[in-house]
């Protein structure tokens, strides 16, 4: 059988998870042809990545103004997305406009204007867009999935959803591209993209009306200064007063992150390592959300990026009873250490309520990998040969959108003060 052949856009953090694993389980039915980017360093050092873990040869390389000539000499079946968030619809159209089928690294895109591009897009071409919810494949989020569709609780009428990000992850969204709002449609579109598309998920539903409030009350330069930090810094590396925060990341200090970044950015500009209690950051690290679904479910969500503790609690309330769900996840920085340790889970717990019953807890099936175990699992549906799966975790253009556009309509609902409706932001 022949290697399907993909072409990887983005050779940040988050590629490795794709290329590695082409290079390693799937190669068997998997060939990466070629690596495009902004910066000719970064695609140097994930092939130099390739060439000493995997013993692959070297991909020929391309920038952004060659990709058209990059599809067209390939000919690639699939073109993987994983360059930061503003950009990703740009590569999606271009991919399926030239005959390719596209997978996406979260969020699908950061605003509804380049949503309802790329839905278009698929529309016209009748090319495949898959997006990358690998939080879905996690053991313990499909058991949810399954007790809510085995109806455990009878119908869900509400959900509380509680998402914590610590002062390692939650603080790296903040030195980052991801600090700039247009870049990343700000944290209840990048991260929490994965959450509301797990309640979509669990639910089998999908968002009507949304209503939001928060703020950027931590990070940023006049939270510190209020809070009486007076020694400043643009960034981590190579400033004393960075020597003695615990918030700074030095660069020369991790050789990966020094490569992929230190290394590199004479090219771009781009500064990995900026300080969280700087000037320019315009995301939110505080944010309260409001969801009425299409089958008239209401959920509370919160987020909040700067805990002491790292992962989610999550209840649901039925009409038969309440699921409460648990989960402590391991710290993690982008791209700074083992892919495996990303969203690893460190403790879970699902209990069942029945109403007038003895409650139980439920048996949780230990998953390997990141993201909960989920990884592995969504890495096989891409590139190998995944078997029926009858809770549907594979992401469509369509989940993608949903899930995008909970937070994009929780950031207008911000601007206005006022309810945002789903149906007023795109047609499918």
Known sequence: MARKKYALVGTGGRSRMFWGAIESTFKKTAQLVAFCDINQMRMDFANKLRQDEYGAKPVPTYKPNQFDHMVKKHKPDTVIVTTIDRTHHRYIIRAMELGCNAITEKPMTVDEKKCQAILDTVKKTKKNLRVTF??????????????????????????????????????????????????????????????????????GSHPKTVFCMGDLRFYGRENAEERGII???????????????????????????????????????????????????????????????????????????????????????????????????????NAGGDISEEGATKTKRILVLPIREVPYEVDIVEGKGGHGGGDPVLLNDIFGTPKRDKFNRAASHVDGAMSILTGIAANKSMKTGLPVQIDDLVTF
């Open 134 to 203: 690998n939080y879905r494949y996690a053991p313990h989020n499909t058991k949810v999935r399954e007790l809510i569709m085995d109806g455990v609780i009878g119908d869900i009428l509400s959900v509380h959803f509680e998402w914590l990000l610590d002062t390692s992850h939650g603080a790296d969204y903040f030195r980052r591209w991801h600090r700039d709002k247009r870049n990343s449609g700000g944290l209840l579109v990048h991260k929490a993209t994965h959450h509301f598309d797990l309640v979509n998920f669990w639910l």
């Open 231 to 333: 020694d400043f810094y643009q960034r981590g590396t190579g400033h004393k007063n960075a020597e003695k925060d615990p918030f700074a990341l030095n660069l020369e200090k991790n050789a990966r992150l020094k490569a992929m970044y230190l290394d590199a950015e004479k090219e771009d500009g781009y500064q990995r390592d900026q300080s969280v209690f700087g000037d320019g950051i315009s995301i939110e690290d505080t944010m309260g959300v409001m969801v009425r679904y299409a089958n008239e479910a209401v959920m509370t969500y919160s987020l909040n990026a700067y805990m002491p503790w790292e992962g989610f609690n999550v209840n649901f309330n039925g009409n038969k009873g309440r699921i409460q769900v648990s989960i402590g996840e391991k710290t993690y920085i």
